[in-house]
T-cell receptor, first 111, second 115 residues
Framework: TQLLEQSPQFLSIQEGENLTVYCNSS?????LQWYRQEPGEGPVLLVT?????EVKKLKRLTFQFGDARKDSSLHITAAQPGDTGLYLC???????????FGTGTRLQVFP | SAVISQKPSRDICQRGTSLTIQCQVD?????MFWYRQQPGQSLTLIAT?????????ESGFVIDKFPISRPNLTFSTLTVSNMSPEDSSIYLC????????????FGSGTRLTVV
């Protein structure tokens, strides 16, 4: 069974601070995605990374896919209260296209 | 990217009854995925629904409890059978994969409360 462990599980920070969320697995994925989910809503896709070593930037968010395609990180610069939410990484299986979700990181940014 | 219409959006059900959740996609897709999200937790894959064959269930999920239909390439249903309070969760359908440029789209979810 493919498992994706995220760390930290919970994160409470002040506005303006930087943070990094990690997503680790022993499995290799064809692609890895990051989602943010707010209460009462479905997950919203932030980014998809496909190539090992790939780095993508989305405004204050930087995503990296590990060289071996087993892990990923999400870095947020100068966090804002609007960044508050549940962040989920998800890896796609090569053979089945199944998307397996990580354990989740709940971020709270205080003004 | 595909657009999914999922219903109902929420329901409150009596224990022992069953609820069928529907997902309609605006384009033909080979596979549809069903997830459960228990309160405060991440998403767990229940099963993969292929058109024309039986669904493939993940460990811990069985067909008798979560029967799935996939009558065509744009529609699927998930039934939660003989419900108990432990089944109270959000259920989501999804489509995606390498044939869709690794994009995955999710329905808006069904919030189920079993009393």
């Amino acid at each position: 069974t493919q498992l994706l462990e995220q760390s930290p599980q919970f994160l409470s920070i002040q506005e303006g601070e930087n943070l990094t969320v990690y997503c680790n697995s022993s499995s290799v994925f064809s692609s890895l995605q990051w989602y943010r989910q707010e209460p009462g809503e479905g997950p919203v896709l932030l980014v998809t990374v496909v190539t090992g070593g790939e780095v993508k930037k989305l405004k204050r968010l930087t995503f990296q896919f590990g060289d071996a395609r087993k892990d990923s990180s999400l870095h947020i610069t100068a966090a804002q209260p609007g960044d508050t939410g549940l962040y989920l990484c998800a890896g796609a299986s090569y053979n089945t296209d199944k998307l397996i979700f990580g354990t989740g990181t709940r971020l709270q940014v205080f003004p | 990217s595909a657009v999914i219409s999922q219903k109902p959006s929420r329901d409150i059900c009596q224990r022992g009854t069953s609820l069928t959740i529907q997902c309609q996609v605006d384009s033909q897709v080979t596979m549809m995925f069903w997830y459960r999200q228990q309160p405060g937790q991440s998403l767990t894959l229940i099963a993969t629904a292929n058109q024309g064959s039986e669904a493939t269930y993940e460990s811990g999920f069985v067909i008798d409890k979560f029967p799935i239909s996939r009558p065509n390439l744009t529609f699927s249903t998930l039934t939660v059978s003989n419900m108990s309070p432990e089944d109270s969760s959000i259920y989501l359908c999804s489509v995606g994969g390498h044939l869709l440029n690794y994009g995955y789209t999710f329905g808006s979810g069904t919030r189920l409360t079993v009393v």
